[in-house]
């Protein structure tokens, strides 16, 4: 792939930079001028984890990783959603996340930790090529229609999705600028931030269960806050495994509501790796004396 050129990214810097202070300014106006309404964080509720799981269970594990088939439907809600958490189309998201990958911790990585964790976290967003983008290692996402239809639509429907509705459900409960400042804005950011720590404190923080080649690290405290992708060390080294917590007590949302729908056949052909092979990387990395 080689070395690209890249430029500062103004719509996306202006973005991630204006959101939080936009949040702010439309919370003091709600609470001025509309009286606090605590329904309005039942539409932040909703839509946090609406968007957060649809970027966990569609975007991260179905559409990168093809880790599990799902029925039509599950697709076209985690796309919809998955728009709404203002993360990129899923062709593009996806297509970062493989070369992520595929070239972890070197210059090639997109979010590459070894750059720090300003980088990691969000200043790979705030630039982009001088090029247009190929979107790499994409070819099977670029034949699933539903995936090019949001990648064409993205904008639209991220903020039709992602502000118009929650404001509209907030007028319809009398609080318009609640529901923009709470359950729009003030959710986009707490989403942003929460799936941004998966590629910035998921790379720093916790124990190198089972394999110690790459950066990536597994931590019970950071999987609460990253719908329970914080099993990272896990996810780079059985990167296939529809699971991030592999132990049933481990919090890992995305994990219980994948199999909970293929119960039902919303979701199919989950794919685990056998214990065996997780057990002797465990035993592996004890010998070795690594833990963190
Ligand atoms: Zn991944
Ligand atoms: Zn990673």
Known sequence: ???VLKRIDWTNSLFLTLTPVAAVAAVIGHVMYEGFNPWTLLI??????????????????????RSFEAHPIIQFFTLVFGAASFENSALKWCSD??????????????????????????????????????????????????????????????IFVGIIVPTLIGAWMGSPLGGLGIGALGRIV??????????SLCHMVGDKTFN????????WITAIFTFGEGYHNFHHTFQADYRNGVRWYHFDPGKWVIKSMSWVGLTRKLKKVSDETIAMARIQMKDKGVHA
């Open 44 to 65: 932040a509720f909703f839509f946090y984890w609406a968007t957060g799981m649809s970027i966990t269970v569609g975007y991260h594990r179905l559409f990168a990783h």
């Open 97 to 158: 996340h493989r070369v992520h990958h595929t070239h972890v911790d070197t210059e090639e990585d997109p979010y590459n930790i070894k750059k720090g964790f300003f980088w990691a976290h969000i200043g790979w967003i705030m630039v982009r090529p001088t090029k247009p983008e190929t979107y790499p290692m994409s070819a099977d996402l670029r034949r699933n229609k539903l995936v090019m239809w949001q990648h064409r639509y993205y904008l639209p429907l991220s």
């Open 1 to 3: 792939m080689g070395k």
């Open 190 to 199: 707490l989403v942003h931030h929460t799936t941004f720590f998966i590629n």
């Open 212 to 219: 110690d080649e790459h950066t990536a690290r597994d931590s």
